[in-house]
């Protein structure tokens, strides 16, 4: 069974800065993309940015040139640098990733439980 588990969250004032982390863990033959996904109260859950195992990424406009994500293939882990964060940023922010567990398998998406992000002043 592969986990996915999130932290990093909390609350900060605008134009404040976060960093998430996500880290996997269990049987895990590959990770191919991760990502970071968001839900506001009252809204669909979205993709904030994607990073694929070589390292190309894909952000959503809103964040653009505000957020970071990287990561860390040996440690499996995935990370999300927030800078000039705003109001409408305050979501739960779940982590994302798509792995094959055996060689040979197809690959499943995995889901964290989820962070809190609030931004208020």
């Known amino acids: 069974q592969v986990q996915l588990v999130e932290s990093g969250g909390g609350s900060v004032q605008p134009g404040g800065s976060l960093r998430l982390s996500c880290a996997a863990s269990?049987?895990?033959?590959?990770?191919?993309?991760m990502g970071w996904y968001r839900q506001a109260p009252g809204k669909q859950r979205e993709l904030v940015t994607s990073i694929t195992s070589g390292g190309s990424t894909n952000y959503a406009d809103s964040v653009k040139g505000r957020f970071s994500i990287s990561r860390d293939n040996a440690k499996k882990t995935v990370y999300l640098q927030m800078n000039s964060l705003k109001p409408e940023d305050t979501a739960v922010y779940y982590c994302n990733a798509e792995v094959v567990v055996v060689s040979g398998l197809k690959p499943r998406d995995y889901w964290g439980k989820g962070t809190l992000v609030t931004v208020s002043s």
């Open positions: 269990g049987i895990i033959f590959r990770i191919n993309d």
